[in-house]
């Protein structure tokens, strides 16, 4: 029996003129992994970023467990909400003033950080670096450890391995996977890159000119006609 | 027609521009009676722009009293009144030379950092981060930062003012002839506590505009390195021109007293 965790209700968002998402509906469902695929510019980091509080939407409800609308919460409340989410961003957002041990901290002072290493295959020499002395690939890494040492509900991974090449892109989707299969956390994935959705995610939602165009298996994807779909995931491959 | 809408249109932003500034500051006070305090911050950034700024501030400073007691000397000696020269320069820069270029030089300097460093941040997602990391932006990023400019900017006009007026000391006994007891005692006798304090005065206000200037570009820059280059800018000249213009308000309020 799948449990509802996230329920999206036509929720609309502009920009200036500019319609990003439009009457969109979503569900999203305890423990199970959902990647967000379409287009650059069709809406897909704005709606996690409205799921998540990080951007405020139009119109229509975004209800989460027992909140029936997040749009109504009071900013403490908001800021207790938005700490259910970790986030690994696209260019993983590690503050650069500080070091990788005083980046973990910000997600957790009481762990000594050698078993999110030891997840994330990185040495624990690697806490009195800077951001800036790492590669991307590797902040990356330390940004989905930042994001699991929060202990989230669920888990959003903006674009996980875009910017890397295919080798390290690879290993950080088989990272993702070994993750989301031992954590179970309910994951949200916004990607371009069909080994990701293929890899960890069990649903995909593809989304078009601000709405879900198609919402299944990941597994399925290849099978159902939905002919953009299938020109979004034969102009990848 | 087009003329006049695209008039009403720069005053309509400029109004909007003000209106954010106002509800960002409100929103710095809320955050700071409502949530956390970060003083290991604020001390850093107490550091960054007071102790930092030492060196900029001070060279202002002492080329200013060394410039003033020259260009005074050069108007006064015309009707004898080279005796007046300790007073102009004393009153001169703690009522408003100090005061305005250490407010000028530091907007140029932390202003624009600290809009570039906040800019960065947002265009990174730094600042989402944050967010979403339990920690306030405001808390954490803007209210240490601007009460560290409030702090500093009085500590550095009042180094300011003691070099500025040994610069002009320096110029009248070395290169004026001037006797150097006398010179202090004429500096002594004619300076007031208003002088002083009007001039403390006018740099926490300066310091609050340069941070809050800075803060507030900082968090709308939008784009990448381009939108941070124009946060900075924007930070840079706001500030300088607010600067400007509440000294001028600030000394007609002190000028009725």
Known sequence: MRKLKINVNKVSKKFGDKVVLNKLDLKVYESESLAIIGESGSGKSVLTKCIDGLLSFDTGTISFDKIINIKDLSFLKMNKYMSKFGILFQNAALFDSLSIKENLMFANKSENFSDILDEVSLPKSILQEFPSNLSIGVQKRIGLARAILQNPEILILDEPTTGLDPIIGKQINLLIKGLVKKKKITTITVTHDMESVYEFSDYTAFIKKGKISWYGKSKDINKKGNLSLSNFVKGIN | ?257
């Open chain 2, 1 to 257: 027609m087009n003329i006049i809408f695209k008039i009403g249109k720069i005053f309509f932003g400029i109004f909007s521009s003000v209106g954010e500034i106002v509800l960002f500051f409100f929103d710095c006070v809320k955050y700071l009676i409502l949530d956390k305090f970060y003083p290991k911050i604020f001390i850093q950034h107490l550091i960054k722009i007071g102790y930092n700024s030492l060196p900029v501030v001070g060279l202002t400073s002492i080329f200013t009293g060394m410039v003033l007691a020259l260009q005074s000397y050069t108007g006064f000696s015309r009707f004898s009144a080279e005796s007046a020269i300790p007073n102009v320069v004393v009153l001169s820069i703690t009522r408003e030379l100090a005061p305005v270029l250490a407010g000028l030089m530091v907007a140029g300097r932390s202003g624009a950092a600290i809009a570039a460093e906040i800019g960065t941040m947002k265009v990174t997602e730094q600042i989402d981060a944050l967010k979403t990391l339990s920690t306030n932006p405001y808390n954490y990023l803007f209210i240490p930062r601007i009460l560290a400019g409030i702090v500093s900017l009085p500590f550095l006009v009042f180094v300011g003012d003691i070099i500025g007026v040994f610069g002009g000391y320096l110029i009248c006994t070395e290169v004026l002839n001037f006797n150097p007891v006398v010179y202090l005692q004429n500096t002594y006798n004619f300076v007031q506590f208003l002088d002083v304090f009007s001039g403390l005065v006018k740099a926490c206000v300066f310091g609050f505009i340069i941070s809050l200037m800075g803060c507030y570009h900082g968090y709308n820059a939008k784009g990448g390195a381009q939108g941070v280059g124009l946060s900075t800018t924007y930070s840079v000249v706001s500030s300088s021109i607010l600067i400007l213009l509440t000294n001028y308000i600030l000394t007609s309020f002190f000028f009725d007293l």
